[in-house]
């Protein structure tokens, strides 16, 4: 079946009720593609701003203030101390951000956790310089290039740390310009695009030269954790349809499997994927990588904030305690529980997913 053949159409687009964009933005190329994609999109709630400065966006704090902030998108330019790559393990060697924020609703967000300030979109608008710089990172990383384990993945750069790139390529076109790039440019060694997505907009992905060096991932997880919990995303069988799609456009592929929790019926819900997620990937060049639960003080009180109602189980008597390097907190699985998960799941994905490389588990 060709790839034209299982272009999906996708599920939801996301369309922010205000775009915020900075004067730097506006005058870097892509904030100028930006705003082309904006304006072809109908989105007239555009603010070009005098300065570099965002507006006030905290509001009260109340529901009314969280639900702006998520439905505002702002085109910035980072400071340049951000553009310095930190590795991002057990991912990749180096983290380069495309954005940061994310429209979707997932109860059990991360980034709830990581990223400061009102819960925003911010889009970058310096990717161009961002993508020439790239070449001096080439084989200076330590996670994949390098290594025994990953090394035939060269140097790999992760673009879906704080935001889900997919979620917003509609608007910005960021991650199609990213995947060129790599696919065409004159690299110095082996390198590998990363990014993953709970969305299903993929058509505009499928005909890009990117030459086998992106790895397009798909997080996806149980039916009761994705129609609980994930909301204002592609439902997972249409995450599976673009899996599918990308796979027969020749794209290297892989599958987060995240976060994984031990709902009711759990080994049955998660076979079900695993058997979906086979159907989607047959010969495909496939990676997996699993990741349980867990979430800190500072996540659950910020998500409990921004989601009153939610049942995702954060109850800390019913966890183990990790301490950082440096004392931070993490309340994961205890120690029996995940044991009898990480059994299973290196099993089951063994046993169903037999081309795959299971790339780790944490």
């Known amino acids: 079946m060709?790839?034209?053949?299982?272009?999906?159409?996708?599920?939801?687009?996301?369309?922010?009720?205000?775009?915020?964009?900075?004067?730097?933005?506006?005058?870097?190329?892509?904030?100028?593609?930006?705003?082309?994609r904006l304006e072809a999109a109908g989105i007239d709630r555009v603010e070009l701003l005098t300065g570099d400065r965002l507006p006030n966006l905290r509001g009260d704090g109340d529901r009314a203030a969280f639900m702006a902030a998520k439905d505002t998108m702002a085109v910035v330019v980072p400071a340049p101390s951000q553009r310095e790559l930190q590795p991002i393990p057990p991912s990749a060697d180096w983290r380069v951000d495309l954005a940061q924020g994310c429209p979707a609703h997932c109860q059990y967000c991360y980034l709830a956790g990581s990223l400061s300030g009102p819960p925003i979109t911010r889009v970058f608008a310096d990717l161009d310089e961002v993508l020439h710089d790239l070449d001096r990172w080439v084989g200076r990383g330590t996670i994949t290039s390098g290594t025994l384990a990953r090394g035939g993945e060269g140097t790999t750069f992760e673009a879906s740390c704080y935001t889900d790139p997919l979620a917003i390529e509609h608007l910005t076109g960021g991650l199609a310009t990213a995947i060129t790039h790599f696919g065409t440019h004159d690299w110095a060694g082996p390198v590998q695009l990363r990014a993953t997505t709970k969305f299903d907009d993929?058509?505009?992905?499928?005909?890009?030269?990117?030459?086998?060096?992106?790895?397009?991932?798909?997080?996806?997880?149980?039916?009761?954790v994705d129609r609980r919990f994930e909301g204002a995303t592609s439902s997972v069988p249409a995450r599976l349809g673009a899996l599918a799609a990308v796979a027969a456009a020749g794209y290297p592929v892989g599958v987060t499997i995240a976060p994984i929790m031990p709902v009711e019926s759990w080994r049955e819900e998660y076979a079900d994927l695993l058997d979906g997620i086979a159907a989607a990937t047959a010969g495909a060049d496939l990676t997996?990588?699993?990741?349980?639960?867990?979430?800190?003080?500072?996540?659950?009180?910020?998500?409990?904030?921004?989601?009153?109602?939610?049942?995702?189980?954060?109850?800390?008597?019913?966890?183990?305690?990790?301490?950082?390097?440096?004392?931070?907190?993490?309340?994961?699985?205890?120690?029996?529980?995940?044991?009898?998960?990480?059994?299973?799941?290196?099993?089951?994905?063994?046993?169903?997913?037999t081309q795959a490389r299971l790339l780790y588990w944490t």
């Open 202 to 224: 993929v058509a505009g992905l499928l005909g890009l030269p990117h030459g086998g060096r992106t790895r397009l991932r798909f997080s996806v997880n149980a039916t009761s």
């Open 288 to 353: 997996v990588e699993l990741i349980t639960h867990r979430f800190t003080p500072g996540s659950k009180a910020t998500l409990t904030d921004w989601y009153p109602r939610t049942r995702v189980d954060m109850d800390e008597s019913r966890r183990t305690t990790k301490r950082g390097r440096f004392g931070s907190v993490k309340h994961v699985y205890p120690k029996d529980t995940m044991a009898e998960l990480r059994t299973w799941f290196e099993a089951a994905v063994a046993e169903r997913l």
């Open 2 to 36: 060709t790839a034209a053949a299982l272009d999906p159409a996708p599920t939801r687009l996301w369309t922010p009720k205000r775009v915020l964009v900075t004067r730097s933005a506006a005058e870097r190329p892509h904030g100028q593609r930006i705003l082309a």
